[in-house]
């Protein structure tokens, strides 16, 4: 047996690259790197604490196109390049100057997660918790999931050769559902909202020796959300946005991002410049929303009902910690109907030829109703994140799209229906 093993086969010591300790983000403390994710002191949640050397723009430049990149700012092993996995990441940053046109912006991008593989930034944060798992000796990767993660946990345990436990709820979209069962892992479809799939899924954890990326190993999981900032950053030429707008479901992938920024700005990668950060959720499930308007810091818990279900977590771990970063940039937290989420993934779609998920749409919608409120400066560098593609959420819009007109297959029947 290796000395940096357990009698069941966990590394006590792994190499995680710059990460040096898991740190509790309540009250302070430090434990060492593992599949732990409650601090033994005050049971606050942990993220991991770094070391960085050697991170230049050249080092960075010079790395592959994809998420390893930034390897020295993750929680992985230096030789994850060479291992099996799905290589997300370097997905484009699109200048929307249609829609910026429409919306009356001088400068709106897109960070368009849907060229990821299984078309969802989740391929990102599996990516990297995949890579600490296995460096901590696991062979089984799980997750309950909304549906992304779903697909993105799936796909890169077969991707690596081994096997995958994922849970979720029995109401899914189709798509997703088929998207996941097709990578042929363990699915099971469980009668309940996602919070309650999620519980399940920490007791399980708790019988089970498994990795699940979101629960055991979410420390370093999270971290993976970090790689959507670093790259917005580097496509703008090295310079950090003035707005940005990111969905909110848990509200790790925004406090994220921030902490990315933070990153970039600390190692002389970007100019310290100030942004502001704004969350965007469904009006049918607006826990951080609700909370941020009414100026708590706790976030109550919601029951979910919303066509965006993607982000239908009624009780998000990162809530208060998502409230932190819009406070403290000067952003904001709001909410849209499922209406509004509707004209947005078309009014994206018509403008830029982007087919956003649900989830996009509603970061879309929040963009439109944040810029009508004044609490978004239009002629600021603004930045939203479509993290999924359309293509998941069919249903959301099959019912306000579809064919011009329906016409016999004769040049006066096509005439008679081509509008003026």
């Known amino acids: 047996m290796d000395a940096r093993e357990t009698p069941a086969g966990r590394i006590v010591s792994p190499d995680l690259g710059p990460a040096t300790a898991l740190r509790c983000r309540e009250c302070g403390d430090s434990c060492d790197l593992g599949p732990r994710y409650a601090c033994s002191t005050c049971f606050g949640p942990l993220e991991v604490a770094y070391s960085f050397t050697g991170v230049t723009r050249s080092s960075i430049e010079a790395g592959p196109p994809n998420i390893w990149r930034y390897r020295r700012l993750l929680p992985v092993p230096d030789g994850v390049t060479a291992t099996?996995?799905?290589?997300?990441?370097?997905?484009?940053?699109?200048?929307?100057?249609?829609?910026?046109?429409?919306?009356?912006?001088?400068?709106?991008?897109?960070?368009?997660?849907?060229?990821?593989?299984?078309?969802?930034?989740?391929?990102?944060?599996?990516?990297?918790?995949?890579?600490?798992?296995?460096?901590?000796?696991f062979t089984v990767l799980a997750c309950p999931s909304t549906g992304n993660l779903a697909n993105a946990v799936a796909a890169a345990a077969a991707r690596a050769g081994i096997r995958s436990v994922v849970l979720i709820p029995a109401d899914l979209e189709q798509p997703k559902i088929v998207c996941?069962?097709?990578y042929g892992g363990d699915l099971f479809a469980v009668r309940g909202t996602y919070d309650d799939i999620n519980r399940l899924a920490s007791e399980i954890a708790d019988d089970e020796d498994w990795a699940f990326v979101n629960v055991n190993v979410r420390p370093y999981y999270a971290e993976g959300s970090k790689t959507l900032g670093?790259?917005?950053?580097?496509?703008?030429?090295?310079?950090?946005?003035?707005?940005?707008?990111?969905?909110?479901?848990?509200?790790?992938?925004?406090?994220?991002?921030?902490?990315a920024f933070g990153e970039l700005t600390e190692l002389g990668l970007v100019d310290a410049a100030p942004y502001r950060v704004f969350g965007a959720q469904a009006t049918g499930c607006a826990p951080v929303s609700t909370a941020f308007k009414a100026g708590h810091?706790?976030?109550?818990?919601?029951?979910?009902?919303?066509?965006?279900?993607?982000?239908?977590?009624?009780?998000?771990?990162?809530?208060?910690?998502?409230?932190?970063?819009?406070?403290?940039?000067?952003?904001?937290?709001?909410?849209?109907?499922?209406?509004?989420?509707?004209d947005a993934i078309t009014l994206l779609g018509r403008t830029e030829g982007i087919f956003a998920e649900t989830a996009g749409g509603v970061t879309v919608a929040?963009?439109?109703?944040?810029?009508?409120?004044?609490?978004?400066d239009p002629d600021?560098?603004?930045?939203?994140?479509?993290?999924?593609?359309?293509?998941?959420?069919?249903?959301?819009?099959s019912s306000v799209v579809g064919p011009t007109a329906v016409i016999p297959a004769t040049l006066e029947g096509f005439r008679g229906a081509v509008p003026s």
Not at 130 to 135: F, S, T
Not at 310 to 330: E, K, M, W
């Open 84 to 137: 099996r996995n799905m290589e997300p990441g370097w997905t484009r940053l699109v200048r929307a100057e249609n829609l910026a046109r429409e919306l009356g912006m001088r400068e709106l991008w897109i960070k368009d997660d849907s060229g990821n593989p299984t078309h969802s930034f989740k391929d990102r944060v599996v990516a990297v918790a995949l890579a600490a798992a296995r460096e901590m000796g």
């Open 180 to 182: 996941t069962a097709v």
């Open 230 to 259: 670093y790259e917005i950053a580097e496509q703008l030429g090295w310079r950090l946005p003035e707005q940005i707008v990111v969905p909110v479901a848990s509200g790790s992938q925004l406090t994220k991002v921030d902490k």
């Open 297 to 342: 810091d706790a976030v109550r818990p919601v029951r979910p009902e919303t066509i965006a279900k993607s982000l239908a977590i009624g009780n998000p771990a990162d809530g208060p910690y998502a409230l932190d970063v819009c406070r403290r940039t000067g952003g904001a937290v709001e909410d849209v109907s499922d209406d509004e989420i509707r």
């Open 366 to 376: 929040t963009l439109r109703k944040l810029l009508d409120g004044g609490a978004l």
């Open 380 to 397: 600021a560098r603004t930045v939203v994140i479509n993290s999924g593609e359309g293509l998941k959420t069919l249903d959301a819009v």
